[in-house]
């Protein structure tokens, strides 16, 4: 290596109780052209009051270095409504910006490049959503927050996939449509007796997993334990030795510290589990999100430094829509 400027010897100087935490899954040489972006990145925040809320699919760097809260879709609604921040930065994707939106209102809502979005979300509209409930009259809709705020404004209520099935019983009713994951409603279908009528959208990430992978995933890797999102094909879910949403795949491996372990998920999350669980193994099949992979250090110090892209939802959509998801919050 030659000889470091003054300015990143000082980063480096700055960062090094974060990278104790991240350099079993870091190399040095990576680490040293991350940390004057991290370092800056920490700065911004105290400035400008912001705080990042990280979605368990961003990369290490970002993840452990500058996100002051992680998590899954759920844990990430969650904490966007206590926020105390003036600013609050998604390092995600669009519709977990906008449910951050609808959940705190007051604050600055920015996310660093508009165009992390999400093919579940992308696989339907608010139109669809009427045209449905035109066809189903009097079945209630249970949207998962993958979608637009526009779609959510059409529902009665959100789930995620930490809390599909609950949401989906605590309505009561013997029928619902599911929207817009096929796969997730068919898993929840199996595991609950109400009907559920779904949509046909997919998330093409986990859609391209197959039980084939996991027979291979077993022969190559003997003991290995596999954990598969409920976003996958039910073949795959039933397959799996345990399903459940990136928190609820997190919190397996740190309770039973499986010697070997392969998550059937965007693969990122298994770097980020692998730096706080070195005594477990972890076979890497590398399935990424381009939308998730959007965002960046670079893109966050910029969206810090300039205050872009800001989110803003339309009064009249973002009442109706909180109110979908404010009543999923609302189940226990
Ligand atoms: P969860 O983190 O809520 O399980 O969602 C997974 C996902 O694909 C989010 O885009
Ligand atoms: Fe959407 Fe799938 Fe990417 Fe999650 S992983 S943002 S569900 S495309």
């Not at 190399?27 to 991290?38: G, K, L, R, S």
């Not at 609050?88 to 910006?97: N, S």
């Not at 959510?152 to 949401?167: F, L, P, Q, R, Y």
């Not at 670079?298 to 109110?323: K, Q």
Request: proline share 5%; net charge negative.
């Amino acid at each position: 290596m030659g000889v470091l400027d003054l300015k990143t010897t000082k980063a480096l100087q700055n960062t090094a109780s974060i990278y104790e935490r991240v350099k079993s899954v870091i190399p040095p040489m990576e680490w040293t052209a991350f940390a004057e972006d991290i370092d800056a990145i920490n700065q911004l925040k105290q400035q400008k009051n912001a705080i990042i809320l990280a979605h368990n699919y961003q990369t290490p760097e970002i993840f452990h270095g500058v996100a002051d809260i992680q998590g899954d879709s759920l844990a990430l609604a969650r904490e966007a409504v206590n926020a105390k921040a003036d600013v609050i930065l998604m390092a995600g994707v669009h519709f977990m910006a906008e449910t951050a939106k609808l959940l705190n209102p007051k604050a600055k809502v920015i996310i660093p490049d508009t165009k992390a979005g999400c093919s579940l979300a992308e696989s339907i509209t608010a139109d669809d959503v009427k045209l449905l409930r035109k066809t189903y009259p009097g079945v209630p809709i249970v949207t998962y927050v993958n979608t637009s705020a526009a779609v959510k404004a059409e529902s009665d209520i959100c789930c995620t996939s930490g809390n599909a099935k609950k949401v989906v019983e605590s309505l009561g009713v013997p029928e619902v449509i599911m929207l817009p994951d096929e796969y997730l409603a068919q898993n929840v279908a199996k595991e609950t007796s109400v009907k559920i009528i779904a949509w046909k959208g997919h998330c093409e990430v986990h859609e391209r997993f197959t039980a084939n992978d996991i027979e291979l995933f077993r022969k190559q890797n003997p003991g290995v334990i596999v954990l598969a999102h409920p976003e996958c094909p039910p073949e795959v879910v039933e397959a799996a030795d345990f399903a459940g949403s990136t928190a609820h795949m997190i919190d397996w491996v740190g309770e039973h510290k499986p010697k070997r372990v392969v998550l059937l998920t965007e693969c990122s999350m298994s770097d980020n589990v692998a730096a706080s669980n070195p005594a477990t193994e972890f076979v890497r099949p590398c399935q990424l999100c381009p939308h998730m992979k959007r965002i960046t250090l670079g893109n966050i110090r910029h969206a810090l430094e300039t205050m872009t892209h800001e989110v803003s939802i339309p009064a009249e959509v973002a009442d109706r829509a909180r109110r979908a998801v404010e009543r999923m919050l609302a189940v226990k």
